[in-house]
């Protein structure tokens, strides 16, 4: 079945729930994907057009990411979570997605989102990807989607 990794990326903790329960489903090691300098509540304030998030958007602005991941080339698998931000992945997830040589990946994609749906995340996410990679499948991840849920759609796919 080969090594299994779950990246994701959590403003606020509700990606970091997710994550945290597919490891436990799918028995992969965990990393967290940690902006140089962290975020504050008024930094990913989208209300506000001068919010950091925003900025970087727009930007189209590099985030710094804290560590890396030892080994990346002896996963096989790479769940990789994060809250959907303008329609796709934050600057921060693309950042750390160019870090890496995915070749041979079978990349699978997990959001979370207060009303977005998942929309062309994997296209817009692809142009950071490096290397002949797969993905696999995505999926948004409500509050209201049990435990049983994820085991049936991580069932699915690996």
Same mark, same amino acid.
């Given at each position: ?8 990326? @959590?403003?606020?903790?509700? !990606?970091?729930?997710? #994550? ?11 990393? @967290? ?7 504050? #509540? ?8 001068? #919010? ?59 959001? !979370? ?22 993905? #696999? ?6 509050? @209201? ?14």
């Amino acid at each position: 079945m080969g090594r299994k990794i779950i990246a994701y990326f @959590s403003a606020e903790g509700s !990606t970091e729930k997710v #994550a945290k329960a597919l490891a436990k489903i799918t028995g992969a090691d965990i990393f @967290s994907i940690v902006p140089t300098v962290p975020y504050t #509540a008024s930094d990913i304030n989208w209300k506000n057009p001068l #919010a950091r998030c925003n900025k970087e958007k727009i930007g189209k602005k590099d985030v710094p990411v804290e560590g890396r991941i030892d080994g990346f080339e002896d996963y096989d698998t790479v769940f990789l979570g994060f809250p959907i931000w303008y329609y796709g992945a934050p600057n921060v997830v693309n950042t750390f997605v160019k870090g890496y040589d995915w070749s041979g990946k079978k990349i699978v994609l997990f959001a !979370t989102s207060g009303g977005s749906d998942m929309g062309k995340t994997a296209q817009k996410l692809e142009p950071y990807l490096s290397g002949d990679y797969k993905i #696999a499948a995505q999926k948004l991840i409500r509050p @209201s989607d049990k435990a049983d849920d994820l085991k049936k759609w991580v069932s699915e796919i690996i």
